[in-house]
C-alpha cells in the first residue's frame, strides 16, 4: 500500500529490535551513570543561527531547516547532539563545579545520507566529560565507553586514536610557515608522494599508522628531539589496559 511507504534514509524499527534496541541505549546510560555521567535532553531543533555556531564550519549543511512559525526564525533539527550539549553546558549549567559529566541519548536527522550508508534518522548516545583537559579525563571517557559497549554485549570494539595538533605542533621545525599548511593537507589525504616531494622528513608520519604499540614505537623514532613526547605519553597512559583493538593514525583530523 502507498501509505505505508516511508521517504529513503526513513523506517520502522519492528519488534524484536526496537527492544533490542532500547535494552541497549538503557545499558549504556546506566552504565555511564555509575560512573557519575547524569542525564540531559536538549530539545530535537534549536534556532538555526545558535546551532550553527557551535556545531563550527559547514555543520548546518547537514541540517533539515525550517521556519517557526511563532518566532519566524528558521530552526535546524539537530545532526548531531554534542554540540548541545556544550551548549548547555556553557549556559545552563555554567555555575556547576567542574568537571561537568553529561550523558545522553536521542534522535538526531540530517539532511542527506551516503549512498553507503543511508539512514537519515538515528539514535545517538553518549557522554562528556567536559572542563577537565588531562590525560586522566581522557582515560576515564574512553574507559566509560569501552566499558558501557562491552556491558551491553558489543563485542570487537576499537578504539582509534588520533592527534589532531600533530601538524601545528611540529609547525616550528624545518618546514617555512607558509607550507605548514600545504602539509597538513598532503597529510589529510594521506599523499605520500606529495609529502615526499614537499618534506620528506614528514614522511615517517603516514607511516606511523596501524596498530597501536607498532605505531607508538614508530612515532618516538620519528620523534628524535622530544617535541611530541608528552603527547606520546599521554596516548600510552590512555590506552594502558583498555581492554579493546587499539590503533593510532597520528595525521587524521577528522
Given amino acids: 500500500m502507498s501509505d505505508a511507504l516511508l521517504p529513503a534514509g526513513f523506517r520502522d524499527r519492528l519488534p524484536p529490535y526496537a527492544d533490542a534496541a532500547a535494552r541497549f541505549e538503557a545499558t549504556v546510560l546506566g552504565v555511564a551513570h555509575s560512573y557519575g555521567y547524569e542525564r540531559v535532553d ?21 541540517a533539515v531547516r525550517f521556519v517557526d512559525p511563532a518566532s519566524g526564525r528558521t530552526l535546524a ?28 541519548a536521542g534522535p538526531v536527522l540530517r539532511l542527506g545520507a551516503a549512498a553507503l550508508d543511508p ?12 572542563g577537565r583537559d588531562s590525560v586522566a579525563a581522557a582515560r576515564e571517557i ?12 558489543v563485542s570487537g570494539v576499537s578504539v582509534d586514536f588520533t592527534l589532531p595538533d600533530l601538524v601545528d605542533t611540529l609547525a616550528g621545525g624545518p618546514l ?53 613526547a608528552s603527547r606520546l605519553d599521554g596516548l600510552a597512559a590512555i590506552a594502558d589496559g583498555l581492554d579493546a583493538r587499539l590503533t593510532l593514525d597520528p595525521t587524521e583530523r577528522h
Avoid at 55 to 61: E, F, K, Q, S, V
Avoid at 119 to 130: K, P, S, T
Avoid at 187 to 195: I, P, R, S
Wanted: net charge neutral.
Fill in 176 to 228: 617555512p610557515t607558509d607550507r605548514v599548511a600545504e602539509l597538513r593537507a598532503l597529510l589529510d589525504a594521506k599523499d605520500a608522494g606529495g609529502v615526499a616531494a614537499l618534506a620528506p622528513e614528514y614522511l615517517p608520519l603516514i607511516e606511523a599508522a596501524g596498530p597501536f604499540d607498532a605505531a607508538l614505537s614508530r612515532l618516538r623514532a620519528f620523534d628524535r628531539d622530544g617535541t611530541l
Fill in 42 to 62: 536538549p530539545p530535537l531543533a534549536e534556532f538555526e543561527d545558535a546551532l550553527a555556531r557551535r556545531l563550527g564550519g559547514d555543520g548546518t549543511r547537514a
Fill in 142 to 153: 574512553v574507559g566509560v565507553a569501552v566499558a558501557a559497549l562491552a556491558a551491553a554485549g
Fill in 119 to 130: 539512514a537519515r534518522e538515528r539514535r545517538q548516545v553518549g557522554c562528556e566529560l567536559i
Fill in 77 to 104: 533539527i539537530r545532526p548531531d547532539i554534542t554540540a548541545q550539549i556544550g551548549r548547555i553546558a556553557a549556559t545552563r549549567m555554567a555555575a556547576n563545579p567542574r568537571p561537568v559529566r553529561l550523558s545522553y
